[in-house]
């Protein structure tokens, strides 16, 4: 990849992130709010915050679904197609190995994916009133921790050599012994 072109990619996700952060920080903190309340969540996330406010502002409801268009469907239909290609081509090898170890990194990736972007695209691209404030926690703790938490571990226990350090280190034989 280009330098330059690299550079224009992270100026682009770096601004992209700041500008819609304040559209969003904007409106919702002049959302009226009704009376002294205490946000129910892990952290003063915007949906949790939204949910506060004493009146339903469709106009957040149609920002916050216009920027999971741009933020999270395009960057997910983006990986999709790239998946489509790489399936084509993996349909022209020949060797079952390769194809199998092509899947395998693949069916990795997907499910780290589907992971992060079903969660974000299920907290974020639907109604902000149709859920239960411990759905939202629970969503919420899944795309900020155990997604990321998760996604190393994914990606490294297909690793061979971690594989035989992780067996050289767990005891496996000495608990089937004594059992």
Same mark, same amino acid.
């Given at each position: 990849m280009h330098p330059q072109l690299c550079q224009k990619m992270v100026l682009t996700a770096w601004l992209g992130g700041l500008g819609s952060a304040l559209i969003l920080c904007s409106l919702t903190l002049?959302?009226?709010?009704?009376?002294?309340?205490?946000?129910? *969540? @892990? @952290? #003063?996330?915007?949906?949790? =915050? $939204?949910?506060?406010? #004493?009146?339903? /502002? !469709?106009?957040?409801? $149609?920002? &916050?679904f216009s920027l999971g268009v741009i933020f999270l469907l395009v960057p997910l239909s983006l990986i999709l197609i790239s998946y489509v290609?790489?399936?084509?081509? &993996?349909?022209? $090898? !020949?060797?079952?190995?390769?194809?199998?170890?092509? =899947? *395998?990194?693949?069916?990795?990736h997907l499910t780290v994916v589907t992971l992060f972007y079903g969660?974000?695209?299920?907290?974020?691209? !639907?109604?902000? *009133? /149709?859920?239960?404030?411990d759905e939202g926690? @629970? =969503?919420?703790? @899944?795309?900020?921790?155990?997604?990321?938490? =998760?996604?190393?571990l994914i990606y490294t226990l297909r690793n061979k050599d971690v594989k035989r350090a992780v067996k050289r280190m767990l005891p496996v034989g000495k608990w089937s012994a004594k059992s």
């Open positions: 002049k959302l009226p709010k009704c009376g002294h309340r205490e946000v129910d *969540n @892990f @952290f #003063c996330e915007m949906p949790a =915050l $939204i949910k506060m406010a #004493c009146v339903h /502002s !469709k106009v957040m409801e $149609i920002i &916050v290609v790489i399936t084509q081509a &993996v349909m022209r $090898i !020949k060797s079952a190995a390769r194809w199998s170890k092509v =899947l *395998n990194t693949c069916a990795s969660t974000l695209i299920y907290m974020y691209m !639907k109604p902000q *009133n /149709s859920s239960s404030q926690k @629970f =969503l919420t703790l @899944f795309y900020t921790i155990i997604t990321p938490t =998760l996604n190393p």
